[in-house]
């Protein structure tokens, strides 16, 4: 077998499976409260459907751009799967920007200790959570992707756009791989 073909094949098999994950490492346990007043603990949410922890600021320009993308994969997967939108490190109404956006995730506002115990520093941050509360997928484990530099900079809304359908395909492949 030429050597060609086996770099190929293990080249291939790479980049077929979901962003990589340190090891099966435990998500750290929380509650919050909803914008709807419902509290919601992350260990009773695990157990009845692959979870998505979405970090995120409704200035954040990365975080607009995955939202569609989110919420087709919301509509896909059905009750499969629930999106915790924890919102952290804003200075806006996070409830009226989803609402008026029409997304369909479960807001949970004031969520920057729960970034803190995940490490999230920035935004956005995903993370998705089997059902034994392991973690399974960090956005912040794919390699960075940026479009090519035009002239002068390149603005944070362009690679926002470049870098969300990217980010949908890789968080769906983590999704497939647990479901």
Known sequence: MPLNF?????????VALPAPVQGAETAPDWTLVSSE??????????????TVLFFWASWCPYCKALMPHLQSMRLEYGEDIKILAINFRDDGDPV????????????????????????????PGLIIVDSKQQIQFDLRALPRQDPLPAEGSV??????????????AEIRKGIDSIN
């Not at 992350?42 to 459907?49: A, G, R, Y």
């Not at 603005?155 to 949908?168: C, D, I």
């Open 6 to 14: 086996i770099a190929a094949a293990v080249l291939a098999l790479f």
């Open 37 to 50: 007043g419902q509290t919601v603990r992350l260990s009773d949410e695990v157990i009845q459907q692959t």
């Open 96 to 123: 009226a920007f989803i609402e008026s956006a029409g997304y369909d995730f479960t807001v949970l506002p004031g969520g920057d200790e729960v970034a803190a115990a995940y490490g999230i520093k920035g935004t």
């Open 155 to 168: 603005s944070h809304k362009r690679k926002a756009g470049y870098r969300a359908p990217y980010w949908a």
